[in-house]
């Protein structure tokens, strides 16, 4: 029933622009933080984004930072991850999470993000 849908990945060249979704159902979006993780091949997980359930805090690692943003509506359960100034470095899989206070948690399947000429 906890359901995490990613989407808006593709390919896209460097120096270029994508929004990614997720939209989430199944349980109560608006109490929980919502991240975005990446994972590139042979590489570790990686977090990019952090927001909290009120969306009035947001967190990222310099790698991303000033290209990123993320935001969320909790009206549409849905987040999002602008992603500007892309490099091919950025490419990977890009996966939704989220966490209560109590510590359940969840991920999406995630959606595949290409940065090539």
């Known amino acids: 029933q906890v359901r995490l849908v990613e989407s808006g990945g593709g390919l896209v060249q460097p120096g270029g622009s994508l929004r990614l979704s997720c939209a989430a159902s199944g349980f109560p979006f608006s109490t929980y933080i919502m991240r975005w993780y990446r994972q590139a091949p042979g590489k570790e997980r990686e977090l990019v984004a952090g927001?909290?359930?009120?969306?009035?805090?947001?967190n990222y690692p310099d790698s991303v930072k000033g290209r990123f943003t993320i935001s969320r509506d909790n009206a549409k359960n849905t987040v999002y991850l602008q992603m500007n100034s892309l490099k091919p470095e950025d490419t990977a899989m890009y996966y939704c999470f989220a966490v209560s206070n109590m510590g359940n948690s969840y991920w999406g399947q995630g959606t595949l993000v290409t940065v090539s000429s």
């Open positions: 927001i909290s359930s009120e969306g009035g805090i947001t």
